[in-house]
């Protein structure tokens, strides 16, 4: 069965720090990743995604993950922090967009 | 701008009453819409597979009866609680997938409070 495990319930840095999320995914295929990320009571918004291709993936606010498969891994890293990232993030794994599994979240805080 | 549009973004019932949720594609048709649900502090789970033209498909748990989902067009979704309870309060998300890019749309989310 699908599944995917964020270990890290909370997370703190500083801003300007660097940042990097946890993910581990459970999958019988090649496997759809995804990293959401959710601010207080809105909907989800991509930042990024892996379908195939190069393991280092590139998306918004300045985000990337790299897929490692000997892992089962597809962790998110951010090189400085700012405060408007403060939010909850969302790894998700599936087949062609298709009925995500989500993980459980991380909830980053940001501090000055 | 959005391609999802849900609405209400936020609704509070009596007990008992029911509840309906739009699920708009604003930028695409839509053969298919998942309806997931959140609840505090916790992670999306799928609860439902809408259809167009067919039946809903329900996740393991998902009471079809009490959830009632209509695929009315190929741009809407509606997902109407009944007989809601205060169990039910949650933050429901629609999502409409990107037949070309494989990835999920969400809508903004409608947040359910049963009095």
């Known amino acids: 069965a699908q599944s995917v495990t964020q270990p890290d319930i909370h997370i703190t840095v500083s801003e300007g720090a660097s940042l990097e999320l946890r993910c581990n995914y459970s999958y019988g295929a090649t496997p759809y990743l995804f990293w959401y990320v959710q601010s207080p009571g809105q909907g989800l918004q991509l930042l990024l995604k892996y379908f195939s291709g190069d393991t280092l993936v590139q998306g918004i606010k300045g985000f990337e993950a790299e897929f490692k498969r000997s892992q089962s891994s597809f962790n998110l890293r951010k090189p400085s922090v700012h405060w408007s990232d403060a939010a909850e993030y969302f790894c998700a794994v599936g087949a062609n967009g298709n009925k995500l599994v989500f993980g459980a979240g991380t909830i980053l805080r940001v501090k000055s | 701008g959005a391609v999802v549009s849900q609405h209400p973004s936020r609704v509070i019932c009596k007990s008992g009453t029911s509840v309906k949720i739009e699920c708009r594609s604003l930028?695409?048709?839509?053969?298919?819409m998942f309806w997931y649900r959140q609840f505090p502090k916790q992670s999306l789970m799928l609860m439902a597979t809408?259809?167009?033209?067919?039946?809903?498909?329900?996740e393991q748990g998902v009471e079809k009866d009490k959830f009632l989902i209509n695929h009315a067009s190929l741009t809407l979704s509606t997902l109407t609680v009944t007989s809601a309870h205060p169990e039910d309060s949650s933050f429901y998300i629609c999502?409409?997938?990107?037949?070309?890019?494989?990835?999920?749309?969400f809508g903004e989310g409608s947040r359910l409070t049963v009095l």
């Open positions: 930028d695409f048709q839509a053969t298919t």
């Open positions: 809408s259809n167009e033209g067919s039946k809903a498909t329900y």
């Open positions: 999502s409409v997938p990107s037949m070309g890019s494989g990835e999920l749309f």
